[in-house]
């Protein structure tokens, strides 16, 4: 199992564009959380998806928004990029099921986007 | 709002010696309090969860409901505990998958 991998690695956008991440959940995992790293913070929650719906959202603009597909799978979008938004995005993913309790959650290794 | 603080950005020490990473929190209800580590050029993983009571690499934390605060703490400091300490609070007691709130983080250096 490779465990939460999230692609690309590494990405570098102009200030107005629009960028696509993407995160593949650790096997027998059912929800995807994001979140965003700026230099020398801690991990900002951005939002999570379970059942292909979002269930929870963090203080982000409307300009971030995700997608999980029948897979578990999830993307993450953000439109008209500003220079803030450079940051390292992580994805977590963990099993909730249909109880209330989930397992841990696991972390990728992350996306670094830089925005210029 | 909750909120996780880490007063130390660093904390140098040697190898051999005890060592406190601090973790103070503000949430309204009953949160449930994680210490996330990372070590050079790996993922954030989990280290230790307050319900589980576990002593993980030879870490412990205890929930201080009281001080509001969720210390680490280990008696002998190793050079392999070298790393980027994150504590995180979840509002829910539903487990780590929840919306969790991180703080800054403590860089931690054990010399030998």
């Known amino acids: 199992d490779a465990g939460v991998t999230q692609s690309p690695t590494h990405l570098i956008k102009t200030r107005g564009q629009q960028v696509t991440l993407r995160c593949s959940p650790k096997?027998?995992?059912?929800?995807v959380s994001w979140y965003q790293q700026a230099l020398g913070q801690g991990p900002q929650f951005i939002f999570q998806?379970?059942?292909?719906?979002?269930?929870q959202r963090g203080n982000f603009p409307d300009r971030f928004s995700g997608h999980q597909f029948p897979n578990y799978s999830s993307e993450l979008n953000v439109n008209a990029l500003l220079l803030g938004d450079s940051a390292l995005y992580l994805c977590?993913?963990?099993?909730?099921?249909?109880?209330?309790?989930?397992?841990?959650?696991?972390f990728g290794q992350g996306t670094r986007l830089t925005v210029v | 709002a909750q909120r996780v603080t880490q007063p130390e950005k660093l904390l140098s020490v040697f190898k051999g010696a005890p060592v406190e990473l601090k973790c103070n929190y503000s949430?309204?209800?009953?949160?449930?309090l994680f210490w996330y580590v990372q070590y050079s050029r790996q993922r954030l993983q989990l280290l230790l969860r307050?319900?589980s009571r576990e002593s993980i690499k030879g870490f412990t934390a205890d929930l201080n409901k009281g001080e509001t605060s969720f210390h680490l703490k280990k008696p002998f400091a190793q050079e392999e505990d070298s790393a980027m300490y994150y504590c995180?609070?979840?509002?829910?007691?539903?487990?780590?998958?929840?919306?969790?709130?991180f703080g800054k983080g403590t860089l931690l250096t054990v010399n030998p």
């Open positions: 977590a993913s963990a099993w909730r099921g249909r109880g209330r309790f989930s397992t841990e959650a696991f």
């Open positions: 096997s027998g995992h059912d929800t």
């Open positions: 998806y379970y059942e292909e719906e979002e269930r």
């Open positions: 949430y309204s209800g009953s949160p449930e």
């Open positions: 307050h319900i």
């Open positions: 995180a609070l979840s509002p829910n007691s539903g487990g780590s998958n929840y919306k969790l709130t």
